[in-house]
């Protein structure tokens, strides 16, 4: 049996049940599944829980680009059509980035972020700014910025950047550890993936059967 998760609103009382979201900042499919699954939390008592998760683009699309065979280059130049599509009808900009990135920088950010209630600001500029091709998301110092300037700013930019830079080289590396144990847990192999009461739905195409295990559950009866 798995674990049921709730927690409950101070401001209204009503319980809400924990929804798990395991995302990437180098991902499309991430990024055009976030307003969609935030939009859950406005019609379910739900709450999402941030994970972060490592696209492993070497293990599915070839690892070097010289190296790529011409059949992996057609699944990636096939799948930005794809998230170009989903994105032009929403107004979003997607350009695939023009190497491969290590997006572990960017997600301990993001737990950073979260720790300090503001990863919703961090994640939408994160997203916006990388696949726009204006964000190093491998560059300590473009994501210290960026934190700072998406955080609340309450503390000067100094004694943020110190704070962010000794929790990324200390505990931040054990908390995306600690993310990364409990994916394999769950049986994490891509991203978008949510995770409802155990059950996996991965893409940002399945958020419509997400709602419908959300209604199967009958959660506003709670």
Not at 63 to 86: A, P
Not at 171 to 200: S, W
């Amino acid at each position: 049996m798995f674990p049921i998760k709730f927690i409950r609103s101070y401001t209204t009382g009503k319980t809400r049940e924990i929804i798990k979201f395991y995302y990437d900042f180098k991902s499309p499919y991430t990024y055009l599944a976030l307003e969609p699954a935030l939009q859950l939390e406005k019609e379910y008592p739900i709450q999402l829980r941030f994970i972060p998760w490592v696209l492993r683009i070497e293990e599915s699309f070839g690892g070097n680009l010289q190296q790529r065979s011409k059949l992996n280059w057609n699944k990636v130049r096939y799948g930005y059509l794809d998230c170009r599509r989903f994105a032009n009808e929403r107004g979003l900009i997607i350009r695939g980035p023009q190497r491969i990135f290590d997006s572990r920088l960017s997600l301990i950010g993001g737990l950073y972020a979260d720790k300090h209630n503001f990863f919703l600001s961090y994640a939408y500029r994160t997203f916006e700014l990388f696949f726009k091709r204006q964000l190093n998301i491998e560059n300590i110092d473009e994501i210290t910025k960026l934190l700072y300037e998406t955080s609340n700013k309450n503390v000067s930019f100094e004694k943020f950047s110190q704070d962010f830079q000794s929790y990324a080289n200390n505990q931040g590396q054990q908390d995306y550890l600690n993310a990364e144990h409990e994916a394999d847990q769950d049986n994490v192999f891509g991203v978008p993936t949510f995770i409802v009461r155990g059950e996996p739905f991965f893409g940002n195409d399945r958020i419509s059967w997400v709602k419908k295990r959300l209604d199967s559950l009958k959660l506003h009866d709670i």
